[in-house]
């Protein structure tokens, strides 16, 4: 597959920011503004979909995730906890704490699903241990699925009966089936991924097809909903780390980067690793969902 054969534009940097670990980007609709933070550079970043009116907000730690919550704000996966951050009047909030007994995890990747609840998982920061675990969040929280050094990518299909879930390292997207009540059975392999790279953050668009970042790789491939590798997105970068569908239509895919374990060799062939990236696409993704955050808990 080339990128020539894909039914999506030719990514261009919108925002050549230099995030070390560029991650989860969601486009907020009521804002028209697409977030993002660079997990490393402990940052939460937000734009318009061209790249323009950005903004920077500076989080208390390394951050996985910050998703928009209903009401305003963000929920935010920082080390060993779940905390709400007003982005108005700059307060953050705890909203739970979990894997107190691990201190060399972090959080990773996260996505309101459509049934309202947060999934989001767990890693060791050292990347060795697998000490990583699948999580849901409902008011609740349950542990789902565990075993993982590096989790990354939950994601549904749009008749809302399969959940994907990423193992980083052993290079495998796996499925569910997942029943109105959240609960998660029949795993299995859903892709394997072959050549450079390794699996990060998924999205899926409207016609079911799961897109996967490839960090090392440089693209992003897109899937079947049976598992077949239909297109690929090439990348001037190599460490892509996930796309998020925005804009007005939800036809544009913006990409974050990395470049994180780069030489400086490397970071001088590429110099728009650790950008925002965009790009059309034919098929429109799904709208994101926004967090409801009870302030009674």
Known sequence: MTAASSPAGTPACIWPIGARLGEGPVWHAGEERLYF???????????????????????????GFALPVAGGGMICGLPGQLVHYDTVRS???????????????????????????????????????????????????????????????????????????????????????????????NKRVFATIAGTGWPDGTAVDADGCVWVALFGGGRVERYAPSGELLDAVAFPCPNVTKIAFGGPDLRTAFATTAWKGMTDEERARHPHAGGLFAFPVAVPGLPAHLFTLDDSR
């Open 37 to 63: 933070v660079d997990i490393k550079g402990r940052k939460l970043h937000r734009c318009a979909a061209d790249g323009s009116a950005r903004d920077s907000f500076d989080m208390p730690d390394e951050t």
């Open 91 to 185: 307060t953050f909030t705890p909203v739970v704490t979990l894997e107190e007994h691990l201190p060399g995890n972090r959080m990773n990747d996260a996505h309101v699903g459509p049934d309202g609840a947060l999934w989001f998982g767990s890693m060791d920061n050292a990347e060795e241990t697998r000490t990583g675990a699948l999580y849901r969040y409902d008011g609740t929280l349950r542990r789902q699925d565990e075993g993982y050094v590096i989790t990354n990518g939950p994601a549904f299909s749009p008749d809302r009966g399969t959940f994907y879930h990423t193992d980083t390292l052993e290079k495998i997207v796996h499925a569910f089936d997942v029943d109105d009540h959240g609960r998660l059975s």
